[in-house]
């Protein structure tokens, strides 16, 4: 996958974030002294890259040895916690040049509260031998005693310029013919999120040339102009041609109903409505009934019934 093929090796070559990477190297002057560490930000802004880097960088050739790289929000239980963090960064390093472990932990907000008290004491227990990095989207799901035992670092959205660019380079380097209109389309596709993007690139590179038309294609961009016209026709009142249109969105661009209700959600947001707190509300409540388990296609014919009474009462 080009996501890993073009990941950055060295701090340097991160995208943008150039504060960060100047704080980063910084601490990575006195290896020993670097804490454990937290980066926070939104999704393909390069945190995972900055930990992979870090850990490059301090355990040189040996890093894959003593690294753990997990996945938090699929191993997020406090076994996992006890069973492999523990057992990992209890082990001491007796390779020549090896400070301590490195453990990456991505997604750690999606820990549970239980799992992250437990997380706590297994960094309190082992900070010679061990340092964590947590990789989060939102900070706040961090419990406090965890975030006062960390060094927090906050990435910020790739602007446009800075994705194009990159995007440019892969392109060049994989013969690719493209226009900036087309990697500006990618970026407004993936707003912002580079790894997005860079998968963007590459399944619309399959047409040999990047064009708007081909973008639009592969990134569901067309679904999206759909889901907006779908609540646009509800709020009009007409009930029969919204769900002729919804029913095409899922049968044939293959949309599931949550990511339905996610694009109407940014659809209702950009439309100049007086009641947009009321509407904002029934989409959560559909969004729940879905979430708990109830039958999707119901629950959507249910809730473009309601939009459609509401436009008609309006």
Request: hydrophobic share 40%.
């Amino acid at each position: 996958m080009w996501v890993e093929k073009y990941r950055p090796q060295k701090l340097g070559e991160l995208v943008n974030q150039k504060q960060i990477v100047e704080r980063i190297e910084h601490l990575l002057k006195s290896p020993a002294e670097i804490p454990h560490l937290l980066f926070a930000g939104p999704p393909g802004t390069g945190k995972t890259t900055a930990a992979l880097c870090i850990a490059r960088s301090i355990l040189k050739e040996y890093w894959r040895d003593y690294a753990l790289t997990l996945n938090a929000s699929d191993e997020r239980g406090i076994h996992t916690v006890r069973e492999r963090v523990k057992t990992f960064a209890s082990y001491r390093s007796r390779s020549t040049g090896i400070p301590y472990r490195i453990i990456i932990l991505d997604e750690a907000d999606e820990m549970t509260n239980d799992a992250q008290t437990a997380l706590r004491r297994i960094m309190e227990e082992n900070s010679r031998s061990c340092r964590f990095i947590l990789i989060c989207n939102y900070s706040s799901n961090i419990i406090e005693p965890i975030q006062s035992r960390l060094a927090i670092f906050r990435f910020r959205r790739l602007e446009e310029k800075d994705v194009a660019e990159h995007l440019a380079k892969i392109s060049n380097k994989e013969g690719l013919k493209y226009n900036n209109e087309s990697l500006s389309m990618i970026y407004k596709a993936s707003k912002g999120d580079l790894r997005h993007a860079i998968n963007i690139l590459q399944t619309a590179s399959t047409f040999k040339e990047i064009t708007i038309e081909n973008i639009e294609k592969v990134s569901g961009i067309a679904g999206k102009d759909l889901v907006s016209e779908v609540v646009r026709l509800a709020l009009q009142g007409n009930f029969g041609k919204s769900r002729e249109k919804f029913i095409e969105i899922t049968r044939v661009y293959g949309m599931s109903e949550q990511d339905f209700l996610k694009h109407a959600h940014e659809a209702i947001l950009k439309m100049n409505l007086s009641n947009i707190d009321q509407i904002a509300e029934i989409l959560a409540r559909y969004d729940y009934r879905i979430i708990i388990g109830a039958h999707p296609e119901i629950q959507m014919t249910a809730l473009l019934a309601e939009l459609s009474h509401l436009g008609k009462d309006k």
